[in-house]
């Protein structure tokens, strides 16, 4: 089965990191740009980044530009987003998605999609 799972969700306070993991199964993440999606309760699914197969390009959101990394690892077939100083507002189930094209923020060109994991910033 094709598909990408996501890791590394949890609850944190104000100001603290996490780091997520999306990983590939049954397929070789390489040739794929990976973009992060989240959602929180009540709002429409939002792109937070997005890396190029290669890595040669990121893109991110204004809203995480300056505290959220991403990065790529493509012999471990795993794409991270290393997020920091996190606040209240990143609060959302984190998905990522992987698009046999190039980075997109239209979530309809994402062939394979993650379950989610939760990211609870609160004190």
């Known amino acids: 089965q094709l598909q990408v799972v996501e890791s590394g969700g949890g609850l944190v306070q104000p100001g603290e990191s996490l780091r997520l993991s999306c990983a590939a199964s049954g397929f070789t993440l390489d040739y794929y740009a990976i973009g992060w999606f989240r959602q929180a309760p009540g709002k429409e699914r939002e792109a937070v980044s997005c890396i190029s197969s290669y890595g040669e390009s990121t893109n991110y959101a204004d809203s995480v530009k300056g505290r959220f990394t991403i990065i790529r690892d493509n012999p471990k077939n795993t794409v991270y987003l290393q997020m920091n100083s996190l606040k209240p507002e990143d609060t959302a189930v984190y998905y990522c998605?992987?698009?046999?094209?190039?980075?997109?923020?239209?979530?309809?060109?994402?062939?394979?999609w993650g379950q989610g994991t939760q990211v609870t910033v609160s004190s």
């Open positions: 998605a992987a698009d046999p094209i190039r980075c997109s923020w239209n979530p309809s060109q994402y062939v394979y």
